[in-house]
């Protein structure tokens, strides 16, 4: 029999099912026609009766399987439908486990969801040694759980408590991680894993456990052990997710009722789980913005390999933060600054942000000073002459960042592309200094680089489009998501996010207390509260962005006098340990800033928390209206990702656009049009664009 999606020959009478050698895209995927084809495949050597091993491997170098195809999993319309779906695919790998003759699956690269589960169902599982290995059940971040028998086979190969941290998490595992685990029985070379596969899979595996090992899984076993192991597992779930994600959840359930069940049984009810979690709006919400990051992923224009040597200008946090991005990334990179202090200040930023891979062992000693080495701190411009890419990150002023810029431009060669990492100043009036405008954009990084993932490249009218798809494919290269955005005011994430600061603002000045706006902002799913985050943005940097943005937008951002009042007193935020909260010399925070009481209204108002919450969240949402009505994006899609990417906005949500949707643009309009009345007409007038989608019946994803 011939397949179209999936290769099969036998030699020796070993079958051999390859994956991925008709596919087209990186990463092989289990979609609905390759899962038939395997269903008719097993059945093909299960009635063989020469057949004496069957071995899985993936014709495409680095990836095994990369789960079951996404788009499955969003098509599905209702819990019935889901669950038989789960239920097809346990059947399939249930065939596997039951085969009378050893199986094995060959994993070079990523191994993830359902291509980790029809592993799972193998006898014996070996994996290539290379960096490019992975394994995983990243399900939970789809908002479903391992629906073809992955919450019950994992438990059974690495314990229960090893388990509950990878199923939980989503995490993956590297090739080394996983034979340590138990997850993997054997390592090797990738060019070794198919001449030496027959070998294996008839080879007898020690089954001597060490005392360790034997006392943790008796341990686990017992009631009592599985008892406390449940307990933290629910108890580190709700600290992370705070309760807004329910498919974790619901594996510590389906576990803990089910666990020690006939495969049948529980299996029957992984899938009954797996249904009624596909349709919940969290699971939508998350698999739309699974292909919102999968479409910023895809190369602009003509790929060009070409940006090869770095530099940035200024050695403070941001660049000593971009230096790290250089290099994190193999880039060598000039580091540049006026004096040695500054310098060694931005070496000590990229240092620190190194640390921690070192110490989490992602990082060898050699590979942290090999890549230290590739910055290379200067007071001058000797070298600069072969940049390929520069980013200027210096004060926030424009006429030093024109003159700097128009200097630096003297000093690189015609094909240097020269980015400024401004937060709010106009890339086209920076534009306008230098001697080839078509060579500058904004690249926008996010504070601190090493952790967010966003980068705004912000265009005007005199860029040239080759330098657009070439910085948008270096950004992609160097693993950060990228969204293009016209030049405006606050670009497009730090002007939406003006607006919900401005109001946390105006809040306290109308008496509501720091914990009880920020706790609001908590519940809704916010990554901090809007107190904490102006702390940490620094309170001086807000006023700051807070006055360009209400000179260039006008009265909607309209600043309060509290953040002047703040400045006036040296509270800065974090930087200086003071603000609205106090912090620690070592950054951590602490209590409510004791010296705020002289300067808070001393009568506290008391609300319900959806009202807070709608006078801080709905502004953002107009202001993305407004935003789409200016054309600083296209779609609704680009503000999405940049909004939860740029600042954390609730993931399970979906984006604030996609909140909005389903939260209805109708009431939202309302809401704002209330605030309107009772209490300000400036900064929650209606943009016409959301008066247009009440009157056409529009969301904002129909835009």
């Given at each position: 029999?011939?397949?179209?999606?999936?290769?099969?020959?036998?030699?020796?009478?070993?079958?051999?099912?390859?994956?991925?050698?008709?596919?087209?895209?990186?990463l092989t995927t289990l979609s609905q026609k390759t899962l038939e084809e395997l269903d008719q495949v097993i059945d093909e050597v299960k009635n063989d009766k020469d057949a004496k091993g069957l071995i899985f491997f993936s014709h495409k170098k680095g990836c095994f399987l990369a789960g079951v195809d996404v788009s499955i999993i969003q098509n599905l319309n209702s819990e019935t439908e889901a669950a038989d779906g789960a239920s097809a695919g346990q059947n399939i790998f249930n065939k596997v486990e039951d085969l009378k003759i050893p199986t094995m699956a060959l994993i070079d690269g990523f191994c993830l969801g359902g291509g980790l589960e029809l592993s799972?169902?193998?006898?014996?599982?070996?994996?290539?040694?290379?960096?490019?290995?992975?394994?995983?059940?990243?399900?939970v971040m789809l908002g479903v759980l391992?629906?073809?028998?992955?919450?019950?086979?994992?438990?059974?190969?690495?314990?229960?408590?090893?388990?509950?941290?990878?199923?939980?998490?989503?995490?993956?595992?590297?090739?080394?991680?996983?034979?340590?685990?138990?997850?993997?029985?054997?390592?090797?070379?990738?060019?070794?894993?198919?001449?030496?596969?027959?070998?294996?899979?008839?080879?007898?595996?020690?089954?001597?456990?060490?005392?360790?090992?034997?006392?943790?899984?008796?341990?686990?076993?017992?009631?009592?052990?599985?008892?406390?192991?449940?307990?933290k597992a629910r108890e580190t779930v709700l600290s992370k997710t705070k309760g807004f994600y329910p498919a974790p959840l619901k594996v510590i359930e389906i576990l803990e009722k089910y666990m020690g069940k006939s495969r049948e049984d529980y299996l029957l009810q992984e899938a009954k789980a797996?249904?009624?979690?596909?349709?919940?709006?969290?699971?939508?919400?998350?698999?739309g913005l699974f292909f919102l990051q999968d479409a910023a992923k895809k190369a602009r224009g003509e790929e060009r390999n070409n940006l090869k040597q770095g530099a940035v200008l200024?050695?403070?946090?941001?660049?000593?933060?971009?230096?790290?991005?250089?290099?994190?990334?193999?880039?060598?990179?000039?580091?540049?600054?006026?004096?040695?202090?500054?310098?060694?200040?931005?070496?000590?930023?990229?240092?620190?942000?190194?640390?921690?891979?070192?110490?989490?062992?992602?990082?060898?000693?050699?590979?942290?000073?090999?890549?230290?080495?590739?910055?290379?701190?200067?007071?001058?411009?000797?070298?600069?002459?072969?940049?390929?890419?520069?980013?200027?990150?210096?004060?926030?002023?424009?006429?030093i960042k024109k003159k700097v810029l128009s200097e630096t431009e003297k000093y690189v060669n015609d094909k240097t592309i020269i980015t400024s990492n401004t937060s709010s100043l106009s890339i086209a009036s920076m534009a306008n200094a230098l001697e080839k405008p078509e060579r500058f954009a904004g690249l926008h990084f996010f504070n601190p680089v090493h952790k967010m993932p966003l980068v705004e490249i912000i265009t005007h009218d005199k860029l040239d489009s080759q330098v657009l798809d070439d910085l948008y494919n270096f950004v992609l290269k160097c693993k950060k998501t990228p969204v293009v955005v016209k030049d405006g005011?606050?670009?497009?994430?730090n002007r939406i996010l003006a607006t919900y600061l401005n109001e946390a603002g105006y809040l306290l000045e109308e008496g509501y207390s720091i914990e009880e706006i920020d706790q609001a902002a908590l519940d809704f799913g916010m990554p901090m509260g809007p107190c904490h985050l102006m702390d940490e943005v620094g309170i001086d940097v807000s006023n700051k962005v807070g006055k360009i943005l209400f000179e260039g937008l006008g009265h909607r951002f309209k600043p309060g006098e509290l953040s002047g009042i703040l400045l006036d007193k040296n509270l800065l935020g974090k930087k200086n340990q003071k603000g609205f909260y106090l912090y620690s010399s070592d950054g951590k925070k602490g209590e409510i800033n004791p010296d705020l009481s002289s300067v808070l209204p001393q009568s506290k108002r008391t609300s319900d928390v959806q009202t807070l919450q709608m006078r801080m969240i709905l502004p953002m949402v107009n202001e993305a209206a407004y935003c789409l009505e200016d054309k600083i994006v296209e779609k609704a899609k680009?503000?999405?990702?940049?909004?939860?990417?740029?600042?954390?906005?609730?993931?399970?949500?979906?984006?604030?656009?996609r909140y909005a949707d389903n939260h209805g643009v109708e009431r939202i309009v309302a809401a704002l049009k209330r605030f309107q009345s009772d209490v300000n007409p400036e900064r929650f007038a209606v943009s016409s664009l959301l008066d247009s989608f009440v009157e056409k019946k529009m969301n904002f994803y129909d835009y």
């Amino acid at each position: 029999m011939s397949y179209e999606m999936i290769t099969f020959e036998k030699k020796d009478n070993i079958g051999y099912i390859g994956f991925g050698k008709y596919e087209e895209k990186s990463l092989t995927t289990l979609s609905q026609k390759t899962l038939e084809e395997l269903d008719q495949v097993i059945d093909e050597v299960k009635n063989d009766k020469d057949a004496k091993g069957l071995i899985f491997f993936s014709h495409k170098k680095g990836c095994f399987l990369a789960g079951v195809d996404v788009s499955i999993i969003q098509n599905l319309n209702s819990e019935t439908e889901a669950a038989d779906g789960a239920s097809a695919g346990q059947n399939i790998f249930n065939k596997v486990e039951d085969l009378k003759i050893p199986t094995m699956a060959l994993i070079d690269g990523f191994c993830l969801g359902g291509g980790l589960e029809l592993s799972l169902a193998c006898n014996k599982i070996i994996v290539s040694d290379s960096s490019k290995t992975k394994l995983g059940l990243p399900e939970v971040m789809l908002g479903v759980l391992p629906g073809f028998g992955g919450t019950y086979r994992l438990p059974r190969k690495i314990g229960l408590a090893n388990a509950l941290d990878l199923i939980l998490s989503g995490k993956q595992v590297r090739a080394q991680k996983a034979l340590k685990l138990d997850l993997a029985d054997y390592m090797m070379p990738a060019e070794r894993m198919l001449p030496l596969a027959p070998e294996y899979l008839f080879k007898k595996k020690s089954d001597d456990d060490s005392f360790a090992e034997k006392a943790t899984s008796f341990a686990e076993d017992s009631f009592f052990g599985k008892k406390i192991i449940f307990q933290k597992a629910r108890e580190t779930v709700l600290s992370k997710t705070k309760g807004f994600y329910p498919a974790p959840l619901k594996v510590i359930e389906i576990l803990e009722k089910y666990m020690g069940k006939s495969r049948e049984d529980y299996l029957l009810q992984e899938a009954k789980a797996f249904g009624e979690l596909s349709q919940t709006t969290q699971s939508k919400s998350l698999t739309g913005l699974f292909f919102l990051q999968d479409a910023a992923k895809k190369a602009r224009g003509e790929e060009r390999n070409n940006l090869k040597q770095g530099a940035v200008l200024g050695a403070g946090t941001m660049g000593g933060g971009i230096a790290w991005f250089y290099a994190n990334n193999g880039i060598p990179c000039y580091m540049k600054d006026l004096n040695v202090e500054a310098l060694n200040l931005g070496l000590k930023q990229a240092s620190s942000n190194f640390s921690s891979a070192l110490k989490r062992k992602r990082l060898s000693k050699d590979d942290f000073e090999r890549r230290m080495r590739s910055i290379t701190p200067t007071t001058t411009y000797d070298g600069f002459n072969n940049v390929d890419v520069l980013i200027e990150a210096i004060v926030e002023n424009m006429d030093i960042k024109k003159k700097v810029l128009s200097e630096t431009e003297k000093y690189v060669n015609d094909k240097t592309i020269i980015t400024s990492n401004t937060s709010s100043l106009s890339i086209a009036s920076m534009a306008n200094a230098l001697e080839k405008p078509e060579r500058f954009a904004g690249l926008h990084f996010f504070n601190p680089v090493h952790k967010m993932p966003l980068v705004e490249i912000i265009t005007h009218d005199k860029l040239d489009s080759q330098v657009l798809d070439d910085l948008y494919n270096f950004v992609l290269k160097c693993k950060k998501t990228p969204v293009v955005v016209k030049d405006g005011p606050g670009f497009l994430v730090n002007r939406i996010l003006a607006t919900y600061l401005n109001e946390a603002g105006y809040l306290l000045e109308e008496g509501y207390s720091i914990e009880e706006i920020d706790q609001a902002a908590l519940d809704f799913g916010m990554p901090m509260g809007p107190c904490h985050l102006m702390d940490e943005v620094g309170i001086d940097v807000s006023n700051k962005v807070g006055k360009i943005l209400f000179e260039g937008l006008g009265h909607r951002f309209k600043p309060g006098e509290l953040s002047g009042i703040l400045l006036d007193k040296n509270l800065l935020g974090k930087k200086n340990q003071k603000g609205f909260y106090l912090y620690s010399s070592d950054g951590k925070k602490g209590e409510i800033n004791p010296d705020l009481s002289s300067v808070l209204p001393q009568s506290k108002r008391t609300s319900d928390v959806q009202t807070l919450q709608m006078r801080m969240i709905l502004p953002m949402v107009n202001e993305a209206a407004y935003c789409l009505e200016d054309k600083i994006v296209e779609k609704a899609k680009d503000i999405d990702l940049a909004m939860i990417f740029g600042i954390g906005f609730p993931p399970f949500r979906g984006g604030l656009l996609r909140y909005a949707d389903n939260h209805g643009v109708e009431r939202i309009v309302a809401a704002l049009k209330r605030f309107q009345s009772d209490v300000n007409p400036e900064r929650f007038a209606v943009s016409s664009l959301l008066d247009s989608f009440v009157e056409k019946k529009m969301n904002f994803y129909d835009y």
